[in-house]
């Protein structure tokens, strides 16, 4: 099992240009979620999802969109990216609600 | 105030010494999580627990479910356990996980 996939490591953007973060999970995990991480602020919830076609807002949803059209892929998607985008990003999977988080190694992006 | 409270920010210890990194929460859950990050790498799941003590290897995790608390303990430090470690809780009612901001472990040699 590859477990949680994301791709790419590293991207730099100019402000304005979208993009999309591709998060991929072969443990058939139900749940799925995109975090950003800034320093000294933790981690925050952008959006997740708790299953195939159903998606729902976290805590910082703006600019960011996403989908969930199978069990195995989440993308996240910078409509027109901002300085204020610039963050590491992970993705994460669990089976349930109760068991074991699985994250991806994370995509630093940079805007300029 | 936050929901999830981490302390210390910062620990620095001599390899060899005992490790304590406190975590206390305000919303109730159903699972309390530490994870492990080591610099510039990605985010690894060390423990889940909801109750009671767990053991892997050196690290030890325990939670006291009524004072809304756990610690994460590690024996016999070495300088590879240096890295950020971060509680986290998911929630019965949602599917996602509420964060701590992290304990920054340096251990020196």
């Known amino acids: 099992n590859a477990g949680v996939t994301q791709t790419p490591k590293f991207q730099v953007l100019k402000t304005g240009q979208s993009m999309t973060l591709q998060c991929a999970q072969d443990m058939n995990h139900e749940y799925m979620s995109w975090y950003r991480q800034d320093p000294g602020m933790g981690l925050r919830l952008i959006h997740y999802s708790v299953g195939a076609g159903i998606t729902d807002q976290g805590e910082v949803p703006n600019g960011y969109n996403v989908s969930r059209s199978t069990t195995e892929d989440f993308p996240l998607r910078l409509l027109s990216a901002a300085p204020s985008q610039t963050s590491v990003y992970f993705c994460?999977?669990?089976?349930?609600?109760?068991?074991?988080?699985?994250f991806g190694q994370g995509t630093r992006l940079t805007v300029v | 105030k936050n929901e999830v409270e981490q302390s210390p920010q910062n620990l620095t210890a001599q390899e060899g010494e005992f490790i304590t990194i406190n975590c206390s929460y305000s919303v109730g859950i159903s699972a309390l999580h530490w994870l492990q990050q080591h610099p510039g790498g990605g985010i690894v799941s060390l423990f889940m627990l909801s109750s009671g003590k767990k053991k892997h290897g050196r690290l030890i995790a325990t939670i006291n479910i009524q004072e809304k608390h756990s610690s994460l303990h590690i024996t016999a430090s070495h300088p590879r356990d240096s890295a950020v470690y971060i509680c986290a809780v998911s929630r019965p009612t949602a599917g996602n996980l509420i964060f701590g901001k992290g304990t920054k472990l340096s251990v020196k040699p």
């Open positions: 994460a999977s669990s089976l349930f609600r109760e068991t074991e988080a699985f």
